[in-house]
């Protein structure tokens, strides 16, 4: 009797322990229709896509109760939105290094999901880099890697891909390379007999006028800079014949970094402008490369030493002006036109920028901690508060347009 | 080659002394449960010749004469049994039946130091459960493997045998000890992943406040793996082979010469597997597996795991002296320790690597000194020092990435190939330990316990591959903890209590490089920067238990602690885990209380029930997170400024004689994020405040049904069959109140049932058994979605001699 209880307790609590659901209960909510943008933004330990037909309503962007989408998931990394394209509503990302992935926003009956649609699979690992945006189409995008790139000794080359990707079924087009020259001295170690291979990376990429630029960051096995001149890389686009190198020593070393983030914008002439260290540490300068020349132009140099640039993704905005965090520039008078941080009383934070309709959007961090996008208006010269994001948020990496 | 020779001699040496004694009289004293019955005294009636049972309750006796002799089996707290020998027995086995007039088994002069221990441990204050691993030695299983089915203890992993893994109790990092030593001195090879049960006497499980002999920064508590050490010569053998090219080995010996006292004891194990479990898509829970035709990813249902062999190897020889006047045991030990472990997954499942392996070699010599009545009457001193050599190498030899079908992906771009990696440690560490504890009575009513332990963990790393030295800036971290606790025992026993205070030290060291050269590599500016940093903190602890009634009582502890990284945490390890020199130890204030309640009833029925809850504040929670490096996601530690961690645990069992066994425990940890503000100044809420924190189980329990029958088929002879199920509700993976719910990544419930059936004769000295595990093919996850192996078959073999 009592072993015949025993059974039945043992038994019920193994039934108790089955009967349990294996997943989170997840309702089915009102289908959204497609919006308009999506804001993508960092926790302390999440991604989220914030969506939203009014970016410019007094509202409150928010992930919290549940609202926007987790993208965790397909984004281990935080700071992997720094190799995101977004083009056409399609989110394309390379964030495990062996994929380029094109994603959407997929509505379910139970919500809006981050789902891949296509991608392409690169051999070794593979890191989307500088994109020729003006190259877009709901049919082809153009890019590099990050791949920084070791030398081909024989050759005395860096080899640099430019990839041309049909985004219909997302296979390559074509590859161009980019035969970029190794320094014409040698490195070596600290010990001064070892060579040290140097190492390249190409910081920004630009594409017009038959012509490509890259610039140019050469550093050693130390992750040292191995020469405080900037050098910049030009060669005959589409052929990639004629390559050039050209550097300057009136700056310090180009400045950027291998992600997404162009260190370099083109004006209306096609004049190539390069951000570069200043020759006073942690101050920046701009040089120029005239359209059809293959040298820096001496008579241009645009001194940042007095101005706290940030960086980030350098714009071409028109009539004149280009944007470099915070600042919006004469570039052809060297002028200051607005500091943003000045104008909206925080610090414009967003790494890709959204500029549409005369207008630069960017997310800024006021000193309150808050964070709210902005509107500057270029001909204007005006800046208008939007949607406000919820303070919660680490980092504001993109505004992007979805429609 | 070596190795099969070191194990036959040693084997050979075993067995010809156990064969010397073979006309003596021995046999087992158990309890009504199957249960040795330690210190038990075995008496010839009308003779002087008497001995006393060892841990597992084993006796040996030599006859003289040829008369039928007449035993006696006397031991405190049970009923006195004897019988008659009958002509030409050479064994006899005794099971005792509990004496209820005796209220406790007393505290007694004569125990020996393992039973003294136990005593000491369940009658502390301290919430402790203590598991008897004898009872699983016949099981296929490594240590990791029971722990798992203690209530409150959660441990992580990301693979099969061998893989890595957190261990956490109620929530929060506890650390492991083996025989007092932390694990971590024993090299990589030394993990509860692969410690096989044979080679493990018991485990202790201390939750919450932690002894201070065990010189612990732990803050959820401690665990205590007791390796097997008798008196007696005895010499234990297993080999186990099953799914997935699994063979596992191991070896646990022992002799003493009777006149010299001179010891030998050596352990040793092999573990091999190639961890080729299955691999399932499962869309729903964000697991795709894929492989490449075309240069595109193309889902496929399923994959097994390639190159994740993993095998590694210990021996271990102590030779010393027992019982002298000048020790009671005094041993020199070398123990080598070596592993090769091929990595397909990093942190997540997203991308399997094709030539990624870590590989070590460690050797360490030992000196373990123990002696009561040191100095002084009742000062007990025990002192242990060691030193470890490491060298550790890990490399990346493929040229291209890989896909779920084995095969790197076709290059028809002409991409550069991935760079090969190649790093080597060399790592140096010295341990030194001294446990003093002073009996202020016979009754051991009042003792003082005084420990001290230093670590220090040297680290320099070499870039084989690009000839690059890193070794000029060597990596270094010296840990004191020192320990001061006052046992007492009140009321006629009813109530101890323990009091104590600690002090933690923490001390790293580091070299930067921050030189400049110009064009010519000529020296610009900048120097080789030393940074060095000293933390001290002091912690105390109180733990007491009131025992109420007869055969229940409550429990209550409370501290604060601190839990200092490990080298891996603030240096890395060169592979999977990024450095955070920035990281801070954790600390947290503790509450913890319980009731227990174990009574026998009808004498052959026993119940044990034991409730407890806890509450713990901690801050710089440690945790860890994905990071990116070079295009790989990698671990790394991160303080979380604030995190509320409460809960409970149950666990009921129940015996009946020596052939029913049940048991069922749940335990619910809820960790709250409790840190307010982003931005202090601005008192901006965290979005996270007040929430859960995400990727970690938080219900979670266990279910073990046994039925054993003695003498089937043979005299002698012992059936078991065990069933075991392991539950984990589910969790999200991100903080569950942001994002839509459509929109989020979960572990999914897991429900996993294993059948274990053994067979001994001969008394227990031939075992063979059969272990199917995740009998159902449960899918079940960790980590970031990282698969662990489905169903699973095993089968070992072991023999015991004594």
Not at chain 1, 259 to 283: A, H, I, M, P, V
Not at chain 2, 61 to 74: C, Y
Request: one cysteine or more; a neutral charge.
């Amino acid at each position: 009797m009592k072993k015949n209880r025993l059974f039945g307790f043992c038994a019920l609590a193994a039934l108790l322990v089955s009967s349990c659901k294996d997943s989170p209960n997840i309702p089915e909510v009102t289908t959204p229709e497609a919006s308009e943008y999506s804001v993508w933004v960092a926790t302390a330990t999440g991604s989220y896509l914030l969506t939203t037909d009014e970016i410019m309503k007094d509202t409150l962007l928010s992930p919290a109760n549940n609202k926007g989408v987790d993208i965790t998931g397909n984004l281990p990394q935080a700071r992997y939105a720094g190799y995101a394209y977004i083009f056409n509503g399609f989110y394309y990302l390379s964030n495990d290094g062996t994929r380029f992935s094109k994603h959407q926003l997929v509505e379910t009956p139970q919500g809006l999901v981050f789902k891949e649609v296509d991608n392409y699979a690169f051999p070794s690992a593979f890191y989307l880099g500088k994109m020729a945006s003006q190259f877009s189409t709901t049919d082809e995008i153009v890019f590099t890697s990050t791949g920084a790139s070791d030398a081909n000794l024989e050759k005395k080359i860096f080899e640099k891909d430019i990839y041309f990707m049909n985004t219909k079924d997302m296979t390559l087009n074509k590859t161009l390379k980019a035969q970029i020259p190794t320094l014409d001295y040698t490195v070596y170690k600290a010990d001064g007999k070892t060579v040290d291979p140097t190492i390249l990376n190409v910081t920004s990429m630009r594409i017009a006028g038959g012509k490509a630029y890259f610039g140019l960051f050469y550093y050693d096995s130390d992750y040292n800079v191995v020469s405080k001149k900037a050098y910049a890389y030009i060669c005959d686009y589409p052929s990639m014949a004629n390559g050039h190198i050209m550097s300057d020593d009136r700056t310090s070393y180009v400045a950027g970094h291998w992600q997404r983030e162009n260190y370099s914008f083109l004006d209306d002439n096609n004049n190539l402008y390069l951000l570069t260290r200043g020759k006073t540490d942690g101050t920046y300068a701009i040089l120029r490369v005239n359209n059809g020349q293959y040298e820096f132009d001496k008579n241009y140099l645009y001194d940042l030493k007095d101005y706290a640039v940030k960086g980030g993704d350098l714009a071409w905005l028109g009539d004149g002006k280009a944007y470099i965090r915070p600042y919006v520039i004469d570039v052809a008078n060297k002028k200051i036109v607005a500091n943003l941080a000045e104008m909206t009383g925080g610090d414009p934070t967003t790494t890709i920028n959204l500029i549409q309709d005369g207008n630069l959007y960017t997310a800024v961090k006021t000193p309150a901690s808050k964070w709210f996008i902005y509107e500057y208006n270029i001909k204007n010269n005006t800046v208008k508060k939007g949607a406000e994001i919820d303070p919660g948020v680490t980092q504001v990496y993109h505004i992007n347009k979805l429609k | 080659m070596l190795k099969s020779t070191y194990i036959f001699f040693i084997s050979l040496f075993f067995v010809t002394t156990i064969a010397q004694a073979q006309t003596s009289l021995s046999g087992y004293v158990k309890d009504l449960f199957g249960k040795g019955v330690e210190g038990a005294t075995v008496t010839i009636v009308g003779t002087n010749q008497r001995t006393s049972t060892d841990v597992d309750g084993f006796y040996k006796l030599q006859i003289e004469g040829k008369q039928l002799p007449k035993l006696e089996v006397t031991s405190v707290g049970y009923i006195t049994q004897s019988a008659v020998l009958k002509s030409n027995e050479t064994y006899r086995d005794f099971q005792l039946k509990k004496d209820e007039r005796v209220l406790e088994v007393a505290n007694v002069r004569g125990q020996t130091d393992n039973q003294r221990r136990v005593n000491e441990i369940k009658r502390s204050g301290f919430n402790v459960s203590v598991i008897d691993m004898n009872r699983y030695a016949n099981q296929t299983a490594n240590v990791s493997q029971i722990l798992r089915t203690a209530p409150g203890v959660t441990i992580r992993e990301d693979g099969g045998l061998g893989s890595n893994f957190v261990f956490r109790i109620n929530g929060l990092a506890a650390k492991i000890y083996i025989d007092g030593v932390p694990m971590d001195d024993f090299g990589p090879a030394m993990s509860i992943n692969n410690i096989p049960v044979n080679l493990v006497d018991r485990v202790e499980i201390y939750k919450g406040v932690v002894p201070a002999f065990l010189g612990s920064d732990a803050l959820g508590g401690a665990v205590n793996i007791i390796t097997k050490q008798r008196n007696r010569h005895f010499l234990d053998l297993s080999y186990s082979y099953g799914s997935f090219n699994t063979h596992q080995a191991s070896l646990v010996g022992m002799y003493t010469n009777p006149k010299s006292k001179l010891s030998v004891r050596t352990n040793a194990f092999y573990n091999y597997s190639d961890n080729d479990y299955k691999m399932y898509t499962e869309e729903k829970y964000g697991v795709i597996l894929e492989k490449e035709i075309n240069n595109k990813f193309v889902k496929i249902d399923e994959a097994r795991r390639f190159k994740d062999r993993y095998y590694s190897t210990m021996g271990q020889i102590e030779v010393g002296l027992r019982d002298k006047s000048w020790a009671d045991q005094f041993f020199v030990g070398l123990t080598y320790s070596g592993n090769n472990k091929q990595n397909q997954l990093g942190a997540t499942i997203n991308k399997p690597y094709g030539g990624n392996w870590t590989e070590s070699a460690y050797m360490m010599p030992t000196l373990s000194y123990k002696k009561q009545n040191f100095l002084v009457d009742r000062l007990y001193a025990d002192i242990y020092a060691n030193y470890g050599f490491e060298i550790k190498r890990n490399r990346d030899t493929a040229q291209y990435n890989y896909q779920w079908d084995g095969v790197p992906i076709t290059n028809t771009t002409g991409n550069a190939s991935n760079p090969e990696k190649y790093i080597k440690d060399n790592i140096n560490s010295v341990l030194g330990r001294i446990n003093l504890n002073y009996d202020f009575d016979e009754s051991r009513n009042q003792s003082l316990n005084l420990n001290y332990n230093i670590s220090t963990n040297d680290r320099q790393t070499y870039d084989v591959i690009s000839d690059h030295d890193d070794s000029g800036l060597p990596k270094n971290m010296v840990k004191h903890i020192a320990g001061l606790a006052w046992q007492s025992q009140w009321f006629d026993k009813r109530l101890v209590a323990n009091l104590a205070f600690k002090y933690y030290g923490i001390d790293t060291y580091q070299k930067i490089d921050e030189r400049e050269f110009d064009d010519n590599n000529q020296y610009l500016s900048g120097d080789i920067v030393t940074q060095t940093r000293y933390l001290g903190y002091k912690g105390y602890s109180v733990a007491a238990r009131y025992r109420i009634f007869k055969d229940g009582g409550v429990k209550f502890s409370a501290e604060r602690a601190y839990n200092l990284p490990e080298m891996t945490a603030i240096y890395g390890d060169n592979f999977n885990v990024l450095p955070n020199w920035d990281l801070k130890p954790e600390k947290s204030d503790n509450l913890n209380g319980g009731f227990y309640y174990n009574t026998f009833f009808n004498e052959n029925h026993f119940i044990n029930f034991d409730l407890s809850g806890f509450y713990r504040l901690a801050k710089d929670y440690q945790n860890t997170r994905i990071v990116s490096d070079n295009g790989q996601d990698k671990f790394q530690y991160y303080n979380i400024p604030g995190v509320k961690i409460y809960g409970g645990s149950f666990e009921a069992r129940y015996g009946y004689k020596d052939v029913i066994t049940a048991a069922i425990n749940g335990s619910y940890d809820r960790a709250i994020d409790n840190q307010k503000y982003t931005d202090e100044t601005n008192q901006q809420v965290s979005l996270s405040y007040g929430y859960q924190i995400p990727n970690r189980p938080w219900v979670y329990g266990n279910l073990d049904l046994g039925f054993a029958q003695n003498d089937w088929f043979s005299k002698g002879s012992r059936t078991q069959i065990n069933w075991t199920t392991l539950y984990t509700k589910w969790f999200y993976l991100s903080d569950s109140h942001l994002g839509s719910l459509a929109s989020k990544n979960y572990i999914p419930t897991q429900l996993v049932h294993n059948l274990l059936v053994s067979y001994s004769w001969n008394r227990n000295r031939y075992n063979i058994s059969g272990e199917a595990r995740n009998i159902f093919d449960e899918r079940s996850y960790d980590n970031f979605r990282l698969q662990k192996p489905g169903r699973a078959f095993y089968v070992k073999f072991r023999v015991s001699l004594l």
